[in-house]
């Protein structure tokens, strides 16, 4: 075996330019071997396969698309510093790769060859993976590999990743590749070199092609200003109509599955702590999750669909104009979009943003979307806000989103001129060809999103399901005195009014039990901060429930209140003992100014524990996660309390 | 004696340009990291362009410079400091 020589269990690093069909090649050579982590301390997603060839392992690293090595881009130094051996990706050990499997387009050969001559400098083992063969003779472009493999120093495969048998033959290459010396062959001039080895390597037939002219047609069509903007809208509502229309069978069938599960622990395990524990902390609180599980797929199985026909990069063009004033480019506006159906895969998919500038502004406001899970709080407040008067409801509805919209761009703003302060990276963005996109990479792009979703974000709601039913539940006292006192009396009274005294003395327990709980305990510690912005006992404690999770508001208050656990908004009983609920001296709890308040709080606070966890992996530091919280949730207080004691004090009960 | 001059086409910016028109690119005053990056996706000084739209987003057709026909989308902002010679119609 000559020097060089890569052996079994090294590290491959793949890399290339964007879109030219490394991670399908990846993804063939990987097969179900692969996993997916994160480069320390970045957003940026990294693909890992360990897979086994007759001549031993490999261990295969999908590194991000990149135009050059020596870009000031984080794509380029995360490449840089994985060829060099200075980073890895989390879980394994950073270590100089062994060989590159370096993966060119023959349709933008020439261009593609300046990175490889960058590649080939640094005198690593490499084999070329020559892909997009046949859309390249379509446009008259014609490659001889043998000339290009002699100018090269080494080995190039002709693959095409969607059809071809490519598996154990490439691998095997890789497994022998050897440095043949290019690496003084490619000289200072990088772009002189590529343009003498395409010369003789390639030949091209100019004019335009029938592809391009449908293209020219398209992207006409697509960025036009306003027809471009009437594309966008359609496609954005048939996206969302998906998620929210189409993924509420699955989401049905999960909610059902898991009360289904939780009767079925009811029923085997004997009443008691654990029972409850598994049916009212976990079961109760995965459920909750996992719920929102069908909306994350199909989001990122669509999304994944749209980027690889080509569209996405147009529509990047025509959401910038609007997003720029805000210091926002136009990939953050599909993350933001997708902050409405849950902030968690909208962060993820704010990994699209190039600049780590505008990254960051994006993952820090995105939460101010509002998501599904405000949902049930404003249906709530403005029901109690505009009794009997759905058009008023709706008006106030519309306004939480444009309000949590207003305040996004608005911090976002604040953000880049302050501490994410920088030039706006100004768009430029190469448009990919049309292509039907592949469905099975879209289906994999969509298990691997939910998967990270459930791994990440279950976890941590698992663990916060538990703390908040134990702090709910314990310690657990005695009945009520008042509420024994009803009984006694309700024994002695036949027919209807003792059985209305007997439900009245259980409401009186679960609230005197609840208030005697540690988060009913806490409830009354913190309720003079919670004060000023008009939440008595009950509502602190429905509000500190509820930076758990938003949806824990309803639940929490109609606990308190009715005492019941199963608070069903539809039922008209509910809403009417919500709204004629009393604070502990008889007043009303849900005051004009404390619902507009409440309303207020909902809409801007940070109140999600998976959000801020997500937040803090993918910006890279808890600090930012912190943040988020401290501003979201002191932004929501400033102006619920501006809003509640305006009301106050303009007179309106 | 006649004497033949060639008139050069003077360079202008590519928010000039029209759908349709080639140039050759002259020179593109970006400075720093956008500028360096335009250059690694196929915009170099003498690569011809096709202009596939024009306004507010740009979109060329990079015909040299990347091997194929490589589109680039560039925003108002950049476009307006890529100086670009346009070709006669039919050359």
């Known amino acids: 075996m000559s020097e060089g020589v890569v052996t079994a269990g090294r590290l491959v690093a793949i890399i290339g330019n964007p879109n030219v069909g490394k991670t399908t090649l990846f993804n063939r050579l990987a097969g179900r071997s692969q996993k997916t982590s994160n480069f320390p301390g970045t957003t940026q997603e990294a693909h890992v396969a360990r897979v086994s060839t007759s001549a031993g392992e490999l261990t295969l690293v999908d590194l991000p698309g990149i135009y050059g090595l020596r870009l000031d881009t984080s794509e380029s130094g995360i490449a840089r510093g994985v060829l060099e051996g200075s980073i890895a990706p989390e879980g394994f050990r950073a270590a100089p790769a062994d060989a590159v499997l370096l993966v060119l387009d023959a349709t933008n050969l ?62 095997g290459r890789l497994t022998m590749a050897a440095t043949r010396g290019t690496k003084e062959a490619v000289g200072d001039d990088l772009h002189a070199w590529a343009e003498e080895v395409y010369a003789e390597a390639a030949a091209a037939r100019s004019g335009r092609s029938d592809d391009d002219r449908i293209t020219d047609r398209l992207d006409s069509a697509f960025t036009h200003p306003l027809l471009g903007v009437i594309v966008f809208a359609t496609v954005m509502t048939g996206l969302f109509w998906a998620i929210f229309r189409l993924a509420t069978y699955p989401m049905d069938w999960i909610d059902a599955l898991f009360a289904a599960m939780g009767g079925w622990v009811a029923d085997l395990l004997p009443e008691g702590a654990l029972q409850e524990m598994l049916v009212d902390g976990v079961i109760a609180g995965v459920g909750a999750t ?140 190469e448009l990919p060809s049309y292509r039907l996109p592949s469905l099975g990479y879209a289906l994999k792009t969509a298990a691997a999103r939910g998967w990270t979703f459930l791994r990440k974000a279950g976890t941590v709601i698992l663990a916060m399901s538990i703390v908040l039913w134990w702090l709910g539940t314990y310690p657990q006292s005695g009945p009520s005195p008042a509420a024994e006192e009803l009984r006694a009396t309700a024994a002695t009274v036949d027919g209807p009014r003792g059985e209305e005294l007997t439900e009245e003395a259980d409401r009186l327990d679960s609230a005197y039990r609840a208030e005697r709980t540690a988060l009913g305990r806490i409830g009354g510690v913190v309720q003079p901060v919670f004060e000023p912005i008009g939440a008595d006992r009950k509502l602190t404690i429905g509000i500190l429930a509820s930076f758990a999770a938003r949806e824990v508001f309803v639940s929490t208050m109609a606990v308190q209140i009715l005492g019941g656990e199963d608070a069903d908004l539809e039922a008209g009983g509910v809403r009417e003992a919500l709204a004629t609920a009393e604070r502990d001296d008889g007043s009303p709890i849900f005051t004009r100014a404390t619902s507009w308040s409440m309303l207020v709080f909902f809409v801007l606070a940070m109140q999600c524990l998976p959000t801020l966890a997500v937040t803090a992996r993918e910006a890279g530091g808890v600090k930012w996660a912190l943040l988020q919280l401290g501003w979201m949730t002191g932004l929501a207080y400033a102006l619920a309390l501006i809003v509640y004691q305006s009301i106050r004090a303009a007179g309106i009960a | 004696m006649t004497e033949h001059v060639e008139i050069k086409p003077v360079p202008v910016p590519l928010t000039r340009m029209t759908r349709g028109q080639r140039g050759v690119l002259r020179e593109a005053t970006i400075e720093g990291s956008d500028g360096e990056m335009l250059v690694a996706m196929g915009l170099r000084p003498n690569c011809r362009l096709r202009v596939c739209r024009s306004g507010q987003t740009c979109i060329v057709a990079v015909e040299t410079g990347c091997g194929g026909g490589c589109r680039i989308g560039l925003s108002r902002h950049l476009a307006d400091r890529v100086m670009v010679e346009p070709i006669a119609a039919g050359r």
Not at chain 1, 123 to 130: F, R, Y
Request: proline share 7%; with cysteine; charged share 15%.
């Open chain 1, 290 to 429: 996992v719920i929102f599980l069908p909306q994350i797929v199909l989001l990122f199985f669509l999304l994944s669909l749209l980027e690889h026909s080509g569209y996405l990069a147009r529509a990047a063009f025509v959401i910038d104009r609007l997003l720029r004033p805000f210091g926002l480019p136009g990939h953050s506006f599909v993350p933001l979009l997708s902050g409405h159906a849950c902030a968690l895969p909208g962060i993820m998919a704010a990994r699209a943003v190039p600049d780590p500038r505008e990254r960051l502004a994006t993952v820090l406001v995105l939460p101010f979307m509002s998501c599904t899970a405000r949902i049930p709080v404003y249906v709530l407040l403005t029901t109690l806000l505009f009794p009997g008067k759905p058009g008023l409801q709706a008006l106030a509805f519309a306004g939480c989103y444009g309000l949590g919209i207003v305040a996004g761009l608005l911090s976002a703003l604040i953000a880049r001129r302050t501490i994410l302060r920088g030039p706006a990276r100004p768009m430029a963005l």
């Open chain 1, 110 to 171: 020439l261009r593609n060859l300046s990175l490889a001559g960058e590649a080939l400098r640094a005198g690593t083992p490499t084999v070329v993976a020559l892909t997009m063969l046949d859309d390249a003779r379509r446009r008259g472009i014609e490659v001889n590999i043998e000339v290009l493999s002699r100018r090269l120093g080494c080995e190039v495969v002709a693959v095409d990743a969607k059809r071809g048998e490519i598996g154990n033959g490439l691998l």
